[in-house]
C-alpha cells in the first residue's frame, strides 16, 4: 500500500492469530477480520519480516503459506521454540503467546480497510 492517505498500524488492528507447535517448529495463522486486509497483508508480512520478528528466539526459516479462499495466511518458522515443549525451560513451550507477538508487525493500510476491521470486530 503506497497510498499517501495509509496509515501505519500493528497487525493486530486488523487481523487475529492463533498458533501451535511441533517439537521446535512455529505454526503461526494470521487471519483478518475482514477480507478487504488480505491484500495487504499478503503484500507487506512476508517471510523475511516474519523471520526477523522471531530472530532473537533462534528462528532460522520461515514459510508463508497463503490460503486465498480463506482469506487467511499460515507461517510456519523453523527452530524458534527453543527446544520445543519437552526439552525447554521456556514458560510457553507451546508458543501459543507467540501469535500476538507476531500480530505488532506494522503494516500500511487504507482508512477504509482499518474502518472495515474495527467494524468486524465491533468497535
Not at 503506497?2 to 501505519?8: E, G, L, Y
Not at 526477523?52 to 497463503?66: I, K, L, P, V
Not at 518458522?77 to 527446544?83: A, D, P, T
Amino acid at each position: 500500500m503506497t497510498s499517501d492517505h495509509a496509515i501505519k498500524i500493528p497487525l493486530y488492528e486488523i487481523a487475529h492469530g492463533r498458533t501451535g507447535d511441533k517439537g521446535d517448529r512455529l505454526n503461526i495463522s494470521i487471519i483478518p477480520y475482514d477480507d478487504s486486509a488480505y491484500d495487504a497483508i499478503a503484500e507487506q508480512a512476508t517471510e523475511a519480516r516474519m523471520l526477523e520478528m522471531f530472530r532473537h528466539r533462534g528462528a532460522t526459516h520461515a514459510q508463508r503459506y497463503d490460503l486465498p479462499k480463506l482469506k487467511a495466511f499460515n507461517f510456519v518458522l523453523e527452530n524458534v521454540l527453543q527446544g520445543g515443549v519437552n526439552n525447554s525451560l521456556n514458560l510457553d513451550g507451546h508458543g501459543k503467546t507467540l501469535s500476538f507477538h507476531a500480530l505488532t508487525m506494522t503494516v500500511r493500510v487504507s482508512p477504509e480497510v482499518l474502518g472495515a476491521a474495527k467494524q468486524a470486530r465491533g468497535d
